[in-house]
């Protein structure tokens, strides 16, 4: 673990870092000051950072905690130390996410949460295809229904899935593909399982992306896997009361869990005990090929 001295200075990787107002409150419900965040980020750096490095970074930054006022920043900012690596998207120089230094500086700087690219800076190839299952109330029966069903879909398909929580109300279902695919052509398969999905459970599911729409039914979000636009990173923690993180998970744990389970305070020891359950996303091996569904599409069209 990194050395502090009492001016709250650390050195990481051979990069020395101040750390400002340690005890400030970010997460006051659950207890965690920025001291304790960083000590969760230190813990979990080693599985976290796979899932961001070379992607297009989004963060959230809450400079006075959870409970006032925030805002989402991609550029990296003017006074960044020239050693974080970034990368220029559509005109715009993102910061990469891709060491424990960088991790540790930008949460000095209240970054909260964590929002990642579905493909890597250098390229617009998707690397899984994902659902994210946003529920339209506090009730989370839906997400598990929901997920449970789509799994039963990408088992008859032959998609291996993994899932996780998005650490705030909902649940995202990630299926590792060969990345030879454009998103033109994963939107093509995320739309039909999702319509499929819909059409078999009217009564629960949507696809309406207006939220004024969608009444109580759960919204099956395929659109949001699309170039340059992100989901919370595995292991991210959410700016939340219970200080949660999107965590992945069992399948079999999924009827029996909800995300206020997983938080800044038990993470490290689940990891601990499970390991990194998504860590078959990071392998090159047993991704998917979408060619069959892709071709059946085709020929459904003609």
């Known amino acids: 673990m990194p050395a502090a001295t009492q001016e709250h200075v650390l050195t990481v990787e ?25 000590q969760y980020l230190l813990a979990v750096a080693p599985v976290m950072l796979p899932y961001t490095k070379n992607r297009l970074l989004t963060v959230i930054r809450y400079p006075h905690g959870i409970h006032d006022k925030h805002f989402y920043q991609k550029n990296i900012p003017d006074y960044a130390p020239e050693w974080i690596a970034t990368a220029i998207w559509e005109n715009t120089r993102y910061p990469l996410l891709n060491d424990l230094p960088t991790l540790i500086w930008m949460a000095n700087q209240a970054a909260l949460e964590w929002h990642v690219s579905f493909h890597l800076a250098g390229d617009e190839i998707p690397t899984e295809l994902v659902f994210d299952l946003d529920p ?8 598990i229904e929901a997920a449970l069903r789509i799994k039963e879909v990408l088992d008859e398909l032959q998609l291996t899935s993994y899932v996780k929580t998005s650490g705030a109300s ?4 990630y299926i590792p593909i060969e990345r ?3 998103f033109e052509q994963t939107r093509q ?27 109580t039914k759960l919204y099956i979000d395929y659109l949001q ?21 999107s965590t992945p998970l069992t399948w079999q744990e999924v009827p029996h869990i909800h995300p206020t389970h997983f938080t800044v305070h038990n993470v490290p020891d689940r990891l601990q005990q499970q390991g990194d ?7 090159e091996d047993n991704r998917a090929s979408l060619d069959s569904i892709l071709g059946f599409l085709s020929k459904k069209k003609t």
């Open 277 to 283: 359950l998504f860590a078959h996303l990071l392998s």
């Open 189 to 215: 398969v995320g739309k039909f399982v999702a319509t499929y999905l819909t059409e078999r459970f009217p009564q629960f599911l949507t696809v309406e992306r207006l939220v004024k729409n969608r009444g």
């Open 14 to 38: 051979g990069k020395t870092l101040t750390i400002s107002n340690p005890d400030k409150p970010l997460w006051p419900e659950a207890g965690v000051t920025k001291l304790a965040y960083l």
């Open 136 to 143: 339209s109330t506090p009730d989370f029966e839906p997400a």
């Open 225 to 245: 896997h699309w170039r340059g636009k992100t989901l919370a990173a595995p292991y991210s923690t959410r700016a939340k009361p219970q200080a949660t993180v």
């Open 180 to 182: 030879r695919y454009r």
């Open 170 to 173: 909902g649940l995202q279902i």
